[in-house]
RNA sequence: GGUCGCGUGGCCGAGUGGCUUAGGCAGUGGUCUGCAAAACCAUCUACGGCGGUUCGAAUCCGCCCGCGACCUCCA
C-alpha cells in the first residue's frame, strides 16, 4: 500500500511530490501567534489545519522537527506603537506579563482543541542576538541600508539583482514601483515604499528595546521567522506553513530576508491556509461580525442558537479542505455536530465488534479494505481531509450495519475486522485529534455503572411488558438529556 | 485602482475534460421496533450567466454578473 504523498506548494501554485531534503526526516516552521490579545478563531482554524498536517506526517513514519514561533515584539500598529506595548500599558502591565498572559490563553485553547504542541516554540525577544547578525549579513551583502539608526531591506535592489522579490505573493516589481498608496509615502527614512524595516530605532519612551550596532531599537516583525527557521532548522528546510493573509508582506519579506542573507530560498514547499469566514463574510471585530472560541463553546453569542462543543467545531473545520475559505453558520455547525456524533458513535461501537468469520465471502473485506485505501490516498493528496472523512462515513454504514444485525458479519475476517479498527484508531485518535466530548467520562465508571443498573432494571420491566414503567424511565432520562436506545443487542445510551 | 482566488442541489462542502451515488445535515418513501429513538435500504434537488474549444465541459478559454482575500496589522 506505497502511497506517494503530494502537497499544494504556493510557491509553484501546483501539486507537487512531496520528498523531503534528507529521507526520513522533516523541518516545518509555521507562523505562530502574535500574543497581545486572545486568540481569534480564525488562528484556531490555521493551527488546527497545521497540527493536521503534522500528525499525518508522523503516521506516514517522518521524523518532524515542527517549529512554531509566538510573536512577542515588533509587530506594529498602524500608530506605529507596538502591539505588545499597547496592550501593556492598558493593562497597566509589564510586556512580558502581557506575552505571558496571552501565551499561556493560546496554548490552552490549543489544548482544547487537542492539538499537539511544537517541537519547538521560540520566541521573538529570545533571539534578538541572532536577528542582529541576520541584519549585519544582510547589510554586508548589500541588501540592507541604515538611515537614522534604522534599517531597512532594500527591495528593488534585491529584485534587480536576484529577480525573486514577489515570486511567493505573484507580485511583480513593475507594480511596487508605480506604488502610490499616500500612508507609505510619507515614510521618507525609506528609499521606495515597499522597501520594509528589519530593524527600528526606539523612541525613548518604547519599552521593549535592546542595544544593536544601529541605535537601541527592536527588530522587524519579519525578521524573527527567518532567523529563527535557519537557527532550527537551517538555512533551508522542507514546509513552511502559515495563513493566507501572511503571504504577503510577511512571508514574501522572509524569503527575501534569507535570500538576502545567505542566498538561500528558505523552504521548498510554503502551505497556506485559508480564511475562517462567519455567514459569508470576513470576522471582524469592528462591524460585529465575529465570535470568540468561548462564545462558540457556550452559545452565548447571537450568531448561534447554542453552544457547540470543541471537537465539534474541530469536526466542523475538518469537513473543508485547508486551502478553501470555510463558511461558519449555525446552520453548518449544527449539522456538523449531528455527523460528529454518527461518527464517534460507529467508532465507539467498533471497538465492540467480534466476528467468527464463518462464511468465506471476500466481498465485505474487499469492500471495507477499499475505503481504507481510499482514506489514505485522500489524505496524502494535499491532506483532503474531507474526502478522507466521506471514506471513513463509507465505514460506518458498514459498521453500523454489523452493529445492528443488518448486515452479515460472518464473512468479516479476523483481518479486515482489525486493520478496520486500527483505520479508525489512527484516523480519529492519530491524524485528527478527535475525542468525545459529548460525553461525560470524569467520573471513574459510577455513570456508567448507574447506568446499567437503569437499563437493566427496565429491561425486566420491558420482559414483562410493563410499559408504563419502560417508557417513564425512558422519559425521565430524556429531561437529563440522556437518550436510550433499544436496538437488536439490547438498549444502549447516548448524551444528547 | 492593482494582484490573486472563488461562485456546486434547501444548508455546509469535496471534485476538474466523459464512469465520483463525494460526504455530512435537512427532505421524501420504506424496513426494523410494544411505542419511540437510533440504525439500515431507497430516493429527490446541482454545477452563476452568455459565448467558444472539443466527439464530449460543472471541469479548458473569453466576456459579463456576483462574492471574497491581499495590496496597511491580521491565521
Not at 509587530?75 to 506603537?81: A, I, R
Not at 521560540?122 to 542576538?129: F, N, V
Not at 542573507?261 to 459569508?280: D, F, I, R, V
Not at 456524533?341 to 467480534?354: P, V
Request: hydrophobic letters at 35%.
Amino acid at each position: 500500500m506505497e502511497h506517494t504523498l503530494q502537497v499544494h506548494n504556493s510557491l509553484t501554485r501546483k501539486k507537487e511530490i512531496f520528498k523531503p531534503i534528507t529521507e526520513g526526516f522533516i523541518g516545518m516552521y509555521v507562523c505562530g501567534p502574535t500574543v497581545y490579545s486572545d486568540v481569534h478563531l480564525g488562528n484556531c482554524r490555521t493551527f488546527v489545519s497545521f497540527d493536521i498536517i503534522y500528525r499525518y506526517l508522523k503516521v506516514l513514519k517522518y521524523n518532524v522537527r515542527y517549529v512554531r514561533n509566538i510573536t512577542d515584539v515588533g509587530h506594529l500598529l498602524d500608530d506605529g506603537e507596538d502591539r505588545m506595548t499597547k496592550g501593556a500599558r492598558m493593562a497597566n502591565l509589564e510586556p512580558m506579563e502581557v506575552a505571558q498572559k496571552y501565551s499561556n490563553g493560546f496554548h490552552k485553547m490549543m489544548d482544547i482543541f487537542n492539538t499537539e504542541r511544537p517541537s519547538i516554540e521560540p520566541r521573538a525577544t529570545g533571539h534578538i542576538l541572532e536577528q542582529i547578525e541576520m541584519v549585519q549579513q544582510i547589510i554586508d551583502n548589500g541588501y540592507g541600508y541604515e538611515k537614522n539608526g534604522s534599517v531597512y531591506f532594500d527591495t528593488i535592489k534585491f529584485a534587480e539583482e536576484t529577480g525573486e522579490y514577489g515570486k511567493l505573493s505573484g507580485r511583480i516589481i513593475d507594480d511596487l514601483l508605480t506604488e502610490t498608496r499616500d500612508n507609505l509615502k510619507k515614510q521618507s527614512e525609506k528609499k521606495h515604499p515597499s522597501d520594509f524595516a528589519i530593524w527600528m530605532k526606539a523612541a525613548d519612551d518604547h519599552l521593549m528595546k535592546w542595544n544593536s550596532p544601529w541605535s537601541v531599537g527592536f527588530p522587524g516583525w519579519h525578521l524573527e521567522c527567518s532567523a529563527m527557521s535557519t537557527k532550527y532548522l537551517g538555512t533551508h528546510f522542507d514546509i513552511h506553513g502559515g495563513g493566507n493573509d501572511l503571504k504577503f508582506p510577511h512571508h514574501e519579506n522572509e524569503v527575501a530576508q534569507n535570500i538576502g542573507a545567505c542566498s538561500c530560498q528558505p523552504s521548498n514547499y510554503w502551505l497556506h491556509t485559508n480564511m475562517l469566514l462567519m455567514n459569508g463574510r470576513k470576522m471582524s471585530k469592528s462591524d460585529g461580525n465575529t465570535i470568540s472560541p468561548e462564545e462558540l463553546f457556550t452559545g452565548d453569542s447571537v450568531h448561534v442558537s447554542k453552544g457547540y462543543s470543541p471537537m465539534v467545531v474541530k469536526f466542523f473545520m475538518l469537513q473543508s479542505h485547508y486551502r478553501s475559505t470555510l463558511d461558519l453558520t449555525d446552520d453548518a455547525l449544527l449539522a456538523a455536530e449531528k455527523g460528529y456524533k454518527r461518527l464517534m458513535e460507529a467508532h465507539k461501537n467498533l471497538k465492540k465488534i467480534t466476528t467468527e468469520n464463518t462464511s468465506n465471502s471476500d466481498s465485505v473485506n474487499e469492500e471495507i479494505q477499499k475505503y481504507i485505501t481510499a482514506a489514505y490516498a485522500d489524505m496524502n493528496d494535499d491532506f483532503n481531509t474531507p474526502r478522507a472523512l466521506s471514506q471513513l462515513f463509507a465505514l460506518v454504514s458498514i459498521i453500523n450495519g454489523f452493529v445492528d444485525g443488518k448486515r452479515d458479519i460472518s464473512g468479516l475476517s479476523q483481518e479486515t475486522l482489525e486493520s478496520l479498527q486500527s483505520t479508525f484508531s489512527i484516523f480519529m485518535d492519530d491524524i485528527f485529534g478527535l475525542k468525545n466530548d459529548l460525553e461525560s467520562g470524569d467520573n471513574n465508571g459510577l455513570v456508567e455503572g448507574l447506568m446499567d443498573l437503569i437499563i437493566d432494571i427496565r429491561q425486566k420491566a420491558r420482559e414483562n411488558k410493563d410499559w408504563g414503567t419502560s417508557d417513564q424511565v425512558r422519559d425521565k432520562m430524556k429531561e437529563l438529556n440522556i437518550v436510550l436506545k433499544d436496538g437488536a443487542e439490547g438498549t444502549s445510551w447516548t448524551m444528547k
